[in-house]
């Protein structure tokens, strides 16, 4: 099993360019998750997903969207970049029942300039 | 709203030297806590999981806490291949899925 894998790792945008960050899970996990991750702030949610075709926002949803069309993707698009959304970005999965242990991606490097 | 405080920020041990990580948390009604490691450049990879106070959990060196208030991870003779930063989070009940992380300990552990 791959878990989960996140493509691209790196990337670097212009401000106002568009793009998105593709999340897979091979493992049948119910639930899907994406965060960033910045020096000194901690791991925060962005958005997330209880099941396929549903979406919620999370903790700091603004300048993001998300989608699932099938259980093991979940999307994650930028808009219109901006400098304040250079981050690392990590997809998280877990179960729907028992443990709720999530488990992550290797993350993507996102720069804005 | 739930917070997670871990101390300290950083912590630099020689190799064999025991010592513990703190996590102080406030959250309505703790479904769990979770303890994950984290190496540069790589995503949070799971440890454990404790769900009530006065339980532990333990795998190689390191061993986990839970109180009322707090978690401890444990490092018992610590290696160099165990530095790495150590994130805590918690999940509150109800909520079957948000987590909500500190800002972790950065543990380096010199030969």
């Known amino acids: 099993n791959a878990g989960v894998t996140q493509t691209p790792k790196f990337r670097v945008l212009k401000t106002g360019q568009s793009m998105t960050l593709l999340c897979a899970q091979d493992?049948?996990?119910?639930?899907m998750y994406w965060y960033r991750q910045d020096p000194g702030m901690g791991l925060r949610l962005i958005h997330y997903?209880?099941?396929?075709?549903?979406?919620a926002k999370g903790e700091v949803p603004d300048g993001y969207n998300v989608s699932r069309l099938k259980k093991q993707n979940f999307l994650l698009g930028l808009e219109s970049a901006a400098p304040s959304q250079t981050s690392v970005y990590f997809c998280?999965?877990?179960?729907?029942?028992?443990?709720?242990?999530?488990?992550f991606g290797p993350g993507t490097r996102l720069t804005v300039t | 709203e739930d917070q997670v405080t871990q101390s300290p920020e950083a912590l630099r041990l020689q190799e064999g030297e025991s010592s513990s990580l703190n996590c102080s948390y406030t959250?309505?009604?703790?479904?769990?806590l979770f303890w994950y490691r984290q190496d540069p450049g790589k995503g949070p990879e799971f440890l454990f999981t404790?769900?009530?106070a006065g339980e532990e959990k333990e795998k190689e060196r390191l061993k986990a806490t839970l109180t009322k208030k707090e978690s401890f991870l444990h490092i018992t003779a610590p290696k160099p291949e165990d530095s790495a930063t150590y994130l805590c989070?918690?999940?509150?009940?109800?909520?079957?899925?948000?987590?909500?992380f500190g800002k972790g300990t950065l543990l380096t552990v010199n030969p």
């Open positions: 998280a999965s877990s179960r729907l029942a028992g443990d709720y242990e999530q488990y």
């Open positions: 493992m049948n996990h119910e639930y």
């Open positions: 997903s209880v099941g396929e075709g549903t979406t």
């Open positions: 959250v309505s009604g703790l479904r769990g």
């Open positions: 404790l769900y009530s």
């Open positions: 989070a918690v999940q509150a009940g109800g909520s079957n899925y948000k987590l909500t």
